[in-house]
Structures are given as C-alpha cells and as structure tokens.
C-alpha cells in the first residue's frame, strides 16, 4: 500500500487509501487527503485542485463533491435511472458529473425478429436466440385419384407464425391414403441437409430428396463481429457490428482533453476506440467534455464610454478596457467654458469671466443706465450684465453716460470707495466726493494670495502677492491668507507618492502592475486600498511558529544573527509575527556586512477558474528612508521561475510605515493552477545605515475571486 504525504496550510496529514466509496450525501470533511484505488495494482493517494474529501478515510462515491457548508458528500448527476438500452442496467452511478450503467449481460431482450425464441443481451446489444420451432407438420393427403399434396418435415416462421411447404405430386399409379400407390420413395428417409440453412427434412420426388431453404433461421457464421446472424438464400449471413457510440471525451486535467475517435474497431465481438490527448490552451472543461474557447476570441473593443478615451481597446478575460485621451480637443456641452480638453477620460473647459460691462447710456433726459460687473455667461456662450436706471436731477449726458448739474446738493459723501483705507465723511466737488486715504492701517483686500495687507496713500487695501501650486489635477491650491497654502484632495480622487513622485489617481483606478490595489477614497485618499476576497489559505503565526514557511538565509553570512524568525514583539493580529532583525539588539544590523534572508511559503496550489487571485499581508518597516536600499520585496516562484509581484518602495517611498502595520495585496493570478511557492526576502543591499528596527511580516493570506 502507498501513503502519500501532503501538507495542507499548517497540518501535515497523513492518510491510507480505502477501497470502497461512500454513497452520496454521506457525510465529509474537506481539507484532508483524498484517496483512490485503482483496482488493479497498488491503492494511491491523489490529489485535487479544490481541496481533498474525507468520509471515514473514503472519498464521495462517483466523483461527488463535498459541500464544505452542509458537511456532505452532493451528487451533480441527480437520478440515474435513463439508461442507454434494455441491455443496461436500469440504475446508474454517477461519475465526474455523468451517469455510468453497467452492461446487463444475460438480460432477457427483443431482438425486434419475432421468429427467434428466448433472446438475450450481450455487450450492451441484444442478441437473437435460437429459431422458433415449426415441427407440428399436417399430413400428406390426395388431391385426387392420381395426385398427393405433401409437406416438408419442417415448417418455415414467418411474422412470427409457422409455414409448411408443400408439393403437388403426380401419383403414376394412383394415389390412396395420403400416399402414391407403388411410390418409389416408399421407404426414402430425406434427413441430411446440405446445411444448417436447409430445412432439416426434404421432400422426396421420384426417389430424391430436395431441401428447401429455412431462411430466417438463427444461425452463427463464426464470426464475433456481426450481430442477428440468420439464413438467407441457405447460407449463413449477420450483420457487421457499427462501432460509432465511443465513450464520452473526458479532462484528463485542467489543461488536457481525452477524446475518444469518433468511428470504433470490433474485436472479438467489443468495440474499441482509439484514446487521444488534446492540449486545452484555455482550459478543459469537464462538464461539457471539451477544450473551453477564447473569452476574447470574438470581442471586438472599438466602442469606448466616450471620445476622451482611445478608440482601440484591450480585451482580458472577454471584458474591453480603454485608455484615457488625456489633451484631446473635445467639447463639454457647457457653452460657457472655453479650450475644452479631456483629463482621465473627463471633458472640461475653464469658465469664461465676464468682467467687462458696456458703457452707461442715457436711457432718456433724466435717466441714467448703469451697467455692473461682474455678469454672468448665457446659454449662448455670451457674456450678460445687470443694469439699473439712475435718476438724473440735472439731466442726463449722453456723450459721457453720466447726469448733468451739480449733485453736491443731494451728496452727503458717506460712502469713500472703502471704509478700510478712507475717511468719512468726504469732501463733496463738482459732484464728485473726495475721501482722505488712511495711510498704513491694517486692511484685508479679500484676497486669500495676499499677506500682510496695509492701507497706502492712494487709498488702496494691498498686501504681498504669492501663489500656491503643487501642479497636481487632483488637489484644489488654496492659499491661507497668512501667507501658507493648502492642497486639499478632491472628492473621487487618491493622492499616493509613487517612485517618491505625487500621482494622482480617480477612484478605482489600479495600481500599475498590481491589479489587487486600488484607489477608493471612501477608505483613503494617501494610500492604496487592497481587494477582498474568499480566502483560500491563511498564515497567522500565532502558535509560534513559521508554520510551514522556511528561512533562506544569507549565503555570503549563513549564521548571521540577522534573520527571519517568529517573534512577539510587535503583531498586526494575535500575539506573533515574522521579524527579520536581530531580537536581541533590535535592529538589523551585523557591522560591516550586507544583511538579506528570504521567507519561503509552503507549495500551494492556487485555485484556477476562480477569478483575480491576490496574496494579502499586513508589514511594519522601519529602515533607511530611500528606495534604492533596505528593499522588502515579493514574488512568485513557479518551478524556479521568480516573478516580483510587489516591492515596499512601491508602496509609501519611505524607510518606514509611520510605526503601524500596512495591509497590501499583490496580484498573484499568474500562479493560478500551478504549484508554487511565495517568497518575502529582504536586503539592505549595503552595510550603512543598518540600525533601524527592522520589518515585521503578519496575517498572510491567499485569497480567490478578488474584487475589485
């Protein structure tokens, strides 16, 4: 007997295989080894790629599946109970999703010829029995005088009834009871057919036996290979056995199809089918028994959301995206703005100002129309401004837009252009008042870009100018008036520091390379938010240990105390983590070297089929605050393949993670169906700079079906 072992998260199990199965809906267990004997050699441990099935060391009968939630074994056949022909057995058994019926062999059948007897099944055909039996011959008797009807010994079945041949014979002497008067067949035995496809007794005329044909008879012409053999003409004749009923195709994994040919070889009375395996590119699938097609075969993406993205797109997984257009001329429907662009996929303009009023105009004599800024812009993109009529005592003067006469009559000038920067009340001339400007007073000129804003001796409420831009279309530059600026992200969008460069993202945008970060800014506007999944396996490192993970250490200082190891000291959930350091000095240095080890996970096989796969981890980094050195990274390893799927400089492009454990998750769908290892290695790359505490690693999962 062979046991295999298998490690399965942290639990190492260790099972023999059992030579019966359990029925359907039996009770299971998933996450132990699942068992299957071959029955012709040794029993052997198998495994499958969603998980091992147990029922008292036996696995779900007929490839059921075990349902992890209800704890039994599901049938995915339903009721057995259609089979082929009469030849199968009336119940089935369900196997990898189809029903299976054995061959009732002996079977009482019906050939469909009702001149064969006690008819039986035979390889899933229903075979002819032995001929119906026609031996109740009438006697012979005289026509007339000189003539006798006889009758063969043997009678033919035809439809299933029996039929005696006869022949009129000419009695030379007469005939008498039933017999020629002076018959020279008197005496002559006619029982040594030519063959088996004569009728046994023959008709004797004039001293010689004659044999008729027994056509329909059941016969057997020697060869296995025709089925229904009967008489025909006195011989022996069946029909060849078609062979083109070939077992349904079948996956022999996920990525190859076993195909039956379509037209089969009898042999020895069996049909047999030639086995051939086709490669699936894009998987096989079991329940339809064939390769899966493309899912971006017929996609044609060169419809995009809108004209500020490219008109080409990309197909993945049967699904288009397009690239934004940004700088594109476009047009925002908004008549009101001007040098439409699109930005992100979005089109906008800047507003047209409309501070630019026409003249007043004498509306009449006494009537002065007075025009205020600022207007406002209409919906045919033209700039509208608000009047008012002014009464003019004195007349109103069209050449100058102003009213006549002398107005310091009315005019108590209690109103300078400013109570900031003039005094009240002013000096009433020729109509016009005249207000004495406060010189040095402290003012506020309402200009948030201005700072220590004074009076000047025209008057005027000014300050020092000075701006604020950090050149990002996500943050809105607003200064404080005190002489600060603040950049407050918009709505929608993330600010995240990439490469030590401030990027802006809208929401839902993914991270370059690593489809399991994205920007939501319902969570956080500075930092990458991770996807959600089902999780497929899990790491916590609370039992203190590395639970199955393994140490790879520097191969330049293999005793270095500067390593991975389980430590207590700091965790993101529970008691434990995974320190790289030396626990006793708290830091990660070994003076005068380069330090670096590697964590290397158990071999898992991520789920295929199952969606986005992303590996989350919670870390604490506290290192040199740069990105060429210190470098925490991960990857995949397929095979001795290593491909980097996440690096921390990536994430916040500092030495540390302000003294909190960060949560990232990295794209790892490029594993799914294959059996790999994951790798967290760090490396100081030099020996300067070494006396941080070091990282913490926590909480690693596999997860499956990621969304976003």
């Known amino acids: 007997m062979t046991v295999r072992i298998v490690l399965l998260g942290a639990a190492l199990a260790i099972a023999a295989c059992a030579k019966s199965e359990p029925p359907p809906n039996a009770p299971c267990t998933v996450g132990e080894i699942r068992c299957s004997f071959d029955g012709t050699s040794e029993e052997t441990c198998t ?364 005019v108590t000038c209690d109103s300078p252009p400013n109570t900031q920067c003039y005094s009240t009340p002013g000096i009433c001339s020729g109509g016009n008042c005249t207000y004495l400007p406060k010189s040095g007073v402290t003012c506020d000129d309402n200009n948030p870009c201005t700072h220590t804003d004074v009076c000047n001796s025209a008057g005027q409420c000014a300050g020092t100018s000075y701006s604020c831009s950090d050149s990002l279309v996500c943050t809105t530059d607003t200064c404080d008036g005190n002489g600060g600026c603040t950049f407050p992200v918009a709505q929608g969008s993330c600010l995240l520091t990439i490469n030590y460069v401030k990027t802006c993202f809208q929401s839902g945008a993914q991270k370059s390379g690593n489809a399991c970060q994205y920007c939501d800014p319902t969570k956080s506007q500075s930092t990458w938010s991770v996807s959600s999944g089902t999780q497929v396996q899990s790491w916590s490192f609370d039992d203190n240990t590395l639970q199955g993970w393994t140490v790879v250490p520097n191969p330049d200082t293999p005793a270095s105390p500067v390593t991975w190891q389980v430590d207590s000291q700091r965790a993101h959930s529970g008691q434990y983590s995974l320190y790289f350091g030396n626990p006793t000095t708290r830091t990660f240095d070994d003076p005068g070297l380069r330090v670096r080890a590697t964590l290397v996970s158990p071999t898992v096989t991520p789920p295929s089929g199952q969606g986005k796969l992303c590996l989350e981890l919670a870390y604490f980094k506290d290192t040199e605050n740069t990105g060429l050195w210190d470098i925490l990274t991960v990857r995949i390893n397929n095979g001795g393949t290593k491909t980097d799927v996440w690096v921390a400089s990536d994430e916040v492009n500092r030495g540390d993670t302000l003294g909190t454990f960060l949560v990232i998750s990295a794209d790892v769908s490029a594993a799914a169906g294959s059996a790999v290892t994951f790798e967290i290695e760090f490396d100081s790359v030099d020996d300067f700079l070494n006396g941080y505490e070091g990282v913490y690693i926590d909480s690693v999962r596999l997860l499956s079906n990621c969304t976003p």
């Open 47 to 410: 495994m499958k790629d969603t998980g091992a099935i147990l029922w008292e060391k036996q696995v779900c009968a007929g490839g059921a599946r075990c349902d992890a939630q209800q704890q039994r074994c599901i049938d995915l056949c339903g009721a057995c109970d259609q089979p082929p022909s009469v030849c199968h057995k009336s119940t089935g058994t369900c196997w990898n999703g189809k029903c299976q019926y054995e061959l009732a062999d002996g079977k009482a059948c019906d050939d469909g010829n009702p001149c064969t007897e006690n008819d039986f099944c035979q390889s899933g055909a229903c075979r002819a029995g032995p001929p119906k039996t026609c031996d109740q011959v009438p006697g012979d008797r005289c026509v007339d005088a000189s003539k006798l009807q006889a009758y063969a010994a043997t009678g033919v079945c035809k439809n299933g009834a029996c039929d005696y041949p006869s022949a009129t014979v000419n009695c030379a002497l007469g005939c008498e009871n039933g017999k020629c008067k002076g018959d020279p067949c008197q005496g002559v035995t006619c029982n040594q057919p030519p063959s088996s496809c004569h009728q046994a007794v023959g008709i004797c005329s004039g001293g010689v036996c004659t044999y008729l044909p027994d056509d329909g008879k059941g016969c057997d012409d020697g060869d296995p290979c025709t089925a229904s053999d009967s008489c025909v003409a006195g011989a022996c004749r069946g029909t060849a056995i078609v062979c083109d009923k070939p077992p349904a195709n079948t996956c022999k994994n996920a990525n190859t199809l076993v195909s039956n040919s379509t037209q089969g070889t009898c042999k020895l009375g069996q049909c047999e089918y030639t086995k051939s395996e086709v490669p699936c590119s894009h998987g096989c699938d079991s329940s339809a028994g064939a390769c899966k097609g493309d899912p971006c075969a017929n996609v044609t993406c060169n419809n995009p959301p809108s004209g500020c993205y490219k008109a080409q797109g990309t197909c993945s997984n049967g699904s288009c995206t397009y690239a934004p257009d940004n700088g594109k001329s476009c047009s925002d429907g908004n008549p009101c703005t001007q040098n439409d662009k699109c930005t992100n996929g979005t089109c906008s303009g800047s507003q047209i100002v409309c501070n630019t009023p026409p003249s007043n105009t004498c509306k009449d004599a006494n009537t002065l129309t007075v025009f205020t800024a600022p207007g406002s812009c209409n919906s045919q993109g033209s700039c509208a401004y608000a009047s008012a009529d002014v009464t003019c005592p004195f007349g109103c003067d069209g050449a100058t837009g102003t009213c006549k006469g002398d107005p310091c009559a009315t």
